[in-house]
């Protein structure tokens, strides 16, 4: 518990903090979100009025990539993980002062829920406004349900993503992140070529089943284990670590 409140604790402090970079940040937020969800809703409106005939691949594809970043806040520091690698430097000044890694890695997953709450309100809401074709297929009740769907599978990766910000450099950060968009984007591929598609699949069980779809709630519960056993192990492997 005392893990628990350190870690709030120190997320009410970033948002104490520098008020013109949360307000940057929150902007940034607001169009990138709408710029996807604008994006993603075009490709949407083409696979549903096609019934699937047409960009069912390439609805995937997006989905696929997208999603998992809905659990980042997007900003300058961020955006330098390349040639700062802030995240590193972040994690030598938290154990500096010293910090527990799992304070530092409970205000991650504090960071993560916040930031998939922002940023998947903004594109799934966004989302739903542009495109007639989801407001025809799916109720508001549905359509939560195709929602959270999609969230379950950003967590999965999300746990990867946390693990490789306090594990790794950003150098090595980056490369990893393509990786797994290639390794995502070639499991869809498969599905494709075998029959199927993810977003008809996710649009389908959302329809029969509303908010008790087995998708649905099979995909939340694999993300929080995903998420769960990542941090267990980026702990393990953080006490031998070498910040320098």
Same mark, same amino acid.
């Given at each position: 518990m005392s893990t628990i409140k350190d870690a709030w604790f120190m997320v009410q402090g970033d948002f104490r903090g520098d008020k013109r970079r949360l307000l940057w940040t929150f902007l940034f937020s607001i169009l990138?979100?709408?710029?996807?969800?604008?994006?993603?809703?075009?490709?949407?409106?083409?696979? #549903?009025?096609?019934?699937?005939?047409?960009?069912?691949? #390439?609805?995937?594809?997006? #989905?696929?990539?997208?999603?998992?970043?809905?659990?980042?806040t997007f900003s300058r520091r961020t955006m330098k993980y390349w040639s700062e690698d802030p995240y590193t430097k972040t994690l030598a000044? +938290? %154990?500096?002062?010293?910090?527990?890694?799992?304070?530092?890695?409970?205000? %991650?997953?504090?960071?993560?829920? #916040?930031?998939?709450?922002?940023?998947?309100?903004? +594109?799934?809401?966004?989302?739903?406004?542009?495109?007639?074709?989801? %407001?025809?297929?799916?109720?508001?009740?549905?359509?939560l349900s195709f929602a959270l769907s999609w969230v379950g599978l950003?967590?999965?990766?999300?746990?990867?993503?946390?693990?490789m910000e306090l594990l790794v450099s950003g150098r090595a950060y980056f490369w990893l992140t393509v990786l797994i968009v290639l390794l995502s984007m070639g499991s869809t591929l498969l599905i494709w070529q075998g029959g199927g598609n993810l977003f008809l699949y996710s649009i389908s069980y959302s329809q029969e089943w509303g908010l008790l779809s087995p998708i649905m709630w099979?995909?939340?519960?694999?993300?929080?284990?995903?998420?769960?056993? +990542?941090?267990?192990?980026?702990i393990h492997r953080l006490k031998s670590r070498d910040l320098i």
């Amino acid at each position: 518990m005392s893990t628990i409140k350190d870690a709030w604790f120190m997320v009410q402090g970033d948002f104490r903090g520098d008020k013109r970079r949360l307000l940057w940040t929150f902007l940034f937020s607001i169009l990138f979100m709408g710029y996807l969800a604008l994006l993603t809703g075009m490709v949407v409106d083409d696979v #549903l009025d096609s019934k699937g005939q047409t960009g069912s691949l #390439l609805v995937d594809f997006l #989905l696929v990539s997208l999603i998992p970043m809905l659990g980042f806040t997007f900003s300058r520091r961020t955006m330098k993980y390349w040639s700062e690698d802030p995240y590193t430097k972040t994690l030598a000044y +938290f %154990r500096s002062m010293p910090i527990p890694s799992t304070v530092i890695l409970c205000k %991650r997953k504090f960071q993560a829920s #916040l930031a998939f709450v922002l940023n998947g309100g903004l +594109f799934f809401g966004l989302m739903y406004v542009l495109s007639s074709q989801l %407001r025809i297929e799916l109720s508001l009740s549905s359509y939560l349900s195709f929602a959270l769907s999609w969230v379950g599978l950003g967590l999965v990766v999300t746990g990867v993503y946390i693990s490789m910000e306090l594990l790794v450099s950003g150098r090595a950060y980056f490369w990893l992140t393509v990786l797994i968009v290639l390794l995502s984007m070639g499991s869809t591929l498969l599905i494709w070529q075998g029959g199927g598609n993810l977003f008809l699949y996710s649009i389908s069980y959302s329809q029969e089943w509303g908010l008790l779809s087995p998708i649905m709630w099979g995909m939340l519960l694999l993300g929080m284990i995903s998420v769960h056993l +990542f941090s267990k192990w980026t702990i393990h492997r953080l006490k031998s670590r070498d910040l320098i």
